[in-house]
């Protein structure tokens, strides 16, 4: 491996992207990062990450750059907007985007790198900043199957499962549908909790029971047992990431014409819980207005 192919950028250094920075100093990489935030940038500066002042500087490094950023249009901001990756990239960069992002807007910057030469991956992550430390996150892959063949050595380093979902936009369509997946799982699982309280069961021993039976998911393997029932709420993923997640698979359900009443119920009780649950919260506080409240 030359140097340059040891060189990865990461734009965005909040929880999940300063995961990936570990996992990828612990396998020998060098790991340039850049930050608004002097917080992400301090703290990354202290696990090893060469912090550089702004995006001209990392592609100035490394031909290969991950994403890690809040929202779509701070995607496209980060590749196309001013002082970008677009205005700066080297020739025949790789763009691997592990945003929970837009499909359509994945798919109009695919299309405005690709005559440049340079290659753009959508690869959503799932396994919360716990599993991007830990290199074992599910990446659901969109784009060009060859830009996928020249990601593959980091992106098996940065999970334990990797899923093509095939052309360019498709892997975080994926993302999104999962996301509501989830999302109805919090909500129905807690549901399934109170009514098996009321009715005298341990909370405990039902989760136990569900995770032995049918109803299992991994709300109930995972969320419960790690964040909920012993009233941690640590996840590291906030239920503003959530209710955006969920708003965004409402747009795709409405872009694609159809009626989905159990994940419209679901959105709205998303929705809601912004009048009493606060955007930096855990995800998981959710249940909160499912029954299982204080």
């Known amino acids: 491996m030359n140097m340059a192919q040891n060189t990865v950028g990461i734009v965005g250094l909040g929880n999940m992207g300063s995961g ?3 996992t990828l100093l612990r396998h ?8 608004v935030g002097a917080k992400q940038q301090q703290v990354a500066r202290e696990m090893g990450v060469n912090v550089v002042a702004d995006i001209a500087a990392l592609c ?6 991950l994403l890690s950023l809040p929202m779509a249009k701070h995607v496209s901001e980060v590749v196309s907007g001013k002082d970008g990756i677009i205005e700066h990239a080297q020739q025949q960069s790789l763009i691997i985007d592990t945003s929970t992002s837009e ?10 790198l690709a005559p440049t030469g340079h290659q753009l991956l959508d690869c959503p992550v799932s396994g919360g900043p716990a599993g991007a430390i830990a290199g074992t996150m599910v ?13 593959m050595p980091y992106l098996e380093i940065l999970s334990s499962k990797v899923v093509y979902m095939g052309a360019s936009g498709n892997g975080h369509a994926a993302k999104l549908v999962n996301n509501l997946l989830c999302a109805a799982h919090l909500v129905t699982t807690a549901e ?22 049918s109803g299992r998911s991994a709300i ?5 047992p790690r964040w909920i029932l012993n009233q941690a709420f640590d996840s590291g993923f906030t239920m503003q990431l959530m209710r955006k997640d969920v708003g965004l698979a409402k747009n795709m359900i409405a872009d694609m014409g159809l009626e989905l009443p159990m994940s419209e119920q679901v959105s ?6 912004a009048d009493n649950l606060a955007g930096e919260n855990d995800f998981n506080y959710i249940v909160k207005n499912c029954g299982l409240g204080d």
């Not at 709205?268 to 819980?273: E, H, N, R, V, Y």
């Open 220 to 224: 109930s393997e995972v969320n419960f």
């Open 192 to 213: 399934a909790v109170a009514l098996g309280t009321k009715a005298g069961l341990n909370a405990e021993d039902l989760i136990a029971g569900l995770n032995a039976g």
């Open 28 to 35: 020998g990489y060098e790991v340039l990062g850049t930050d």
């Open 139 to 151: 990446m659901l892959v969109g784009g060009e199957t060859d830009a996928l063949e020249r990601a």
């Open 20 to 22: 990936m920075a570990q």
């Open 103 to 112: 499909p359509e807007v994945t798919r109009s910057l695919a299309a405005m």
């Open 268 to 273: 709205q009780i998303w929705a809601a819980s």
């Open 60 to 65: 100035s490094q490394t031909k290969v750059i």
